[in-house]
């Protein structure tokens, strides 16, 4: 191993000990750190992540602080890099309860704006909840 690859791969670990990344964000950024392509390309395939657990994680840490529909924390994942196989990975395995999940969107959007209960379930759906979720959702808060 070259000094620069041996660096980038400690960085690599140094990083996914402290949080998830895809593949391609682990790319990013250690490129962002000023390592070469090369050296980053390298740290990322010999630093020993499962890119789907690393997808799971991530999922896991989104729904800590946000709501999200199964669709919608798919697109995010992606957003992310993370594959569609390893977004829906995530999304399928990581617990969450969709319903719920309806519900803190609700209760979020209607700190901040009034709506309609049809408004507020239009808003959900177009987040990618389904129906039966936004309109359970919507009756949880009152409507």
Known sequence: MTTGQKN???AAENYLDFTA?????LIDQLEFEKY???????AADNCGADWMEQALK???NYLDFSAFSYEGLINQLEFEKYTTEQATYAAD??????FE????SAENYLDFTSFS???LIDQLMFEGFT????EHAATENGF
């Open 58 to 60: 991530a999922a896991r």
């Open 117 to 119: 209960r049809e408004g």
């Open 21 to 25: 990344f895809s593949y391609e964000g």
């Open 93 to 98: 395995n990581c617990g969450a309860d969709w």
């Open 131 to 134: 129906r039966e979720q936004a």
């Open 101 to 104: 999940q309806a519900v803190k």
């Open 36 to 42: 070469t392509h090369e050296d980053a390309v390298f």
């Open 8 to 10: 980038a791969l400690r």
